[in-house]
């Protein structure tokens, strides 16, 4: 079946540092989806990707999808202790799969 | 908009109970997903549903688990018996179709 592998499993860093996760997929995608959760929350959704080497910016954030669209990365500029929590990515060929996640702490 | 309802927030039960955990999606989303979340895991589908209509439901345990979704709206999620893996968060999802997914605040489910 489909699989999402995510990296790396955790991250730390300093306030100010700036933060990349990777996703890879078995399979190519029809798309991918970014997800945020914080601490004892709930995903809450960031961004989809539908194209072939799309990349999509939300202020700090940069969000690419490869060119064979089985590969898409989440990189924050400049992380701030907002920026703390689980970003999980979920690639979409029928139903929706997500990676493990990658938990991000920020110290201040 | 309203975001997805679940209840209850918390729940503890012993093993071999049986438990039930609803959901009301936002309006107008005829699909609708429940997720199990496990410590440290991403989500895990367990059943996809399309107005009233089971779309995928290949990883829900069906010796012990069972949803049902009437009229199309809100859905229920049953575990009888319950055993001391199910302990984890069972996430209710909501979306258009092909669209972004708009999760519920989860029940966390504690088996003892």
């Known amino acids: 079946g489909q699989q999402v592998m995510q990296i790396p499993q955790y991250q730390h860093v300093q306030e100010g540092e700036d933060f990349t996760t990777y996703c890879n997929s078995s399979?190519?995608?029809?798309?991918i989806q970014w997800y945020k959760q914080r601490p004892g929350g709930h995903p809450v959704f960031l961004i989809q990707l539908v194209k072939s080497g799309e990349v999509k910016k939300q202020k700090r954030l940069t969000f690419q999808f490869g060119e064979a669209k089985k590969n898409s990365s989440l990189h924050i500029t400049a992380t701030q202790t907002t920026d703390v929590g689980t970003y999980f990515c979920a690639g979409q060929y029928g139903k929706l799969t997500f990676g493990q996640g990658t938990i991000l702490t920020v110290h201040p | 908009e309203a975001g997805v309802a679940q209840s209850p927030r918390y729940k503890i039960i012993e093993k071999r109970q049986s438990v039930a955990f609803w959901c009301n999606p936002i309006?107008?989303?005829?699909?609708l997903y429940w997720y199990q979340q496990i410590l440290g895991q991403g989500p895990k589908l367990l059943i996809q549903?399309?107005?009233?209509?089971?779309?995928?439901d290949s990883q829900l345990p069906k010796d012990r688990f069972s949803a049902e979704r009437l009229k199309g709206v809100d859905s229920t999620l049953k575990i009888q018996p319950a055993k001391l893996e199910d302990s984890a968060v069972y996430l209710c999802a909501s979306s258009l179709e092909r669209g972004s997914y708009t999760f519920g605040s989860g029940t966390r489910l504690t088996v003892v």
């Open positions: 309006s107008g989303h005829a699909t």
């Open positions: 549903f399309q107005n009233n209509g089971v779309v995928d």
């Open positions: 399979t190519t995608l029809s798309n």
